[in-house]
């Protein structure tokens, strides 16, 4: 999903906001600012900003920074005193002089060291790439659903996280398959160019991707040939341009595998809503809430004409003359889909 297309927060909130209540949880621990922040790594402050649309993003360099600070300040040891740098680096096996300029917000760190990172703190591979939005909406979801079955469609499975059939197999089963960081980025590289392509079905050529955050495509060579990883502004621009999520590179199997669960059941829970309610489903589809603000501003006068000009739309489709129906509405005493009357 392009950044552009990602749902509106501010919605996502209020539908999040009614499922704690559904489920007799307190909506303001639910969606918490301070929970929200620990998720997702958005500074509290932002947390309403962002959900609001209204907060500026920070450039890639300081936003990984910040993240990192978070980390520290809210993971903390047994004692409650902050992870040492070298304590972190271990985990990837380098040097904590190596995290030095991440800490001090002076560089990126290699691909390696902040998969690295995240693993240590036990955040998902996206932590510190995402943007707020990115990271805001991935806390909500994580507020709003329950642990997934696995019960899913490999195939769909297979697009949303870039694994094989075989490996989310493997995955459900309790092994998954474990391959080195680079062979995995680009695999997952080449699942993004193989099924997000192109108009003409053709797949995006490298200088096309590079272009949009502003590299040439020869940066890129190397990752297509699998041959090396590309820099955390190299990741999050490929990211960005096929609109998946600030870790779909560096995640492992089996967070891949859960992120792409939690997908489908939050699609699958609003599709329980729509046939609870119908109505739901058309405002969703057709943008009716749209159509509906603008009319209110119409006077006595332009609600009539509106009525006559849908009468006339409905008689072009030929819907003005199904039964049980006048205008497009249910006409009293019509016996309701899948009713008997």
């Known amino acids: 999903m ?57 450039p890639l360099e300081r936003r990984v920074h910040q993240r990192f600070l978070r980390l520290r300040a809210t993971r903390r040891d047994k004692h409650g005193r902050e992870w040492p740098l070298a304590a972190i680096a271990d985990e990837f096996d380098a040097p904590g002089a190596s995290l030095g300029p991440l800490n001090a917000g002076t560089g990126l760190p290699r691909m390696g060291h902040a998969a690295g990172v995240q693993r240590f703190f036990g955040v998902h591979a996206g932590f510190l790439l995402a943007d707020s939005k990115s990271a805001v909406e991935r806390a909500l979801a994580l507020s709003a659903t329950t642990a997934p079955d696995g019960r899913d469609d490999l195939e769909r499975l297979s697009y949303l996280t870039g694994m094989t059939p075989q490996a989310i197999r493997l995955t459900l089963d309790g092994r998954p398959p474990r391959l080195p960081l680079k062979e995995q980025v680009h695999l997952r590289f080449e699942h993004l160019r193989r099924t997000r392509v192109r108009e003409d079905g053709q797949p995006h050529s490298l200088a096309a991707i590079a272009r949009s955050f502003d590299a040439s495509g020869q940066s890129l060579t190397r990752l297509a040939r699998g041959e090396g990883l590309p820099n955390l502004a190299a990741a999050a621009g490929i990211q960005r341009f096929y609109g998946v999520e600030g870790g779909f590179l560096l995640a492992d199997d089996t967070e891949a595998l859960s992120s792409a669960l939690a997908l489908i059941e939050g699609e699958l829970e609003s599709a329980v809503r729509d046939r609870q309610n119908p ?46 129906t006048k205008g497009g509405a249910p006409t009293e005493g019509a016996a309701a889909e899948g009713e008997t009357p």
Do not use: C, F, N, Y
Not at 293 to 305: C, D, V, Y
Not at 309 to 318: C, I, K, Q, V, Y
């Open 279 to 324: 109505m739901l489903a058309v405002l969703r589809a057709h943008d009716v809430r749209s159509i509906v603000t603008r009319a209110g501003r119409l006077s006595p006068q332009g609600w009539k004409s509106l009525a006559d000009h849908l009468d006339d739309l409905l008689a072009r489709e030929g819907q003005l003359g199904v039964p049980g």
């Open 2 to 58: 392009r950044a552009a297309a990602r749902p509106d927060l501010a919605a996502i909130w209020r539908r999040t906001w009614a499922l704690a209540q559904e489920h007799g949880q307190d909506p303001s621990e639910v969606l918490a600012v301070e929970r929200l922040s620990h998720l997702s790594g958005v500074e509290p402050g932002r947390v309403p900003r962002v959900v609001a649309g209204t907060a500026v993003e920070a």
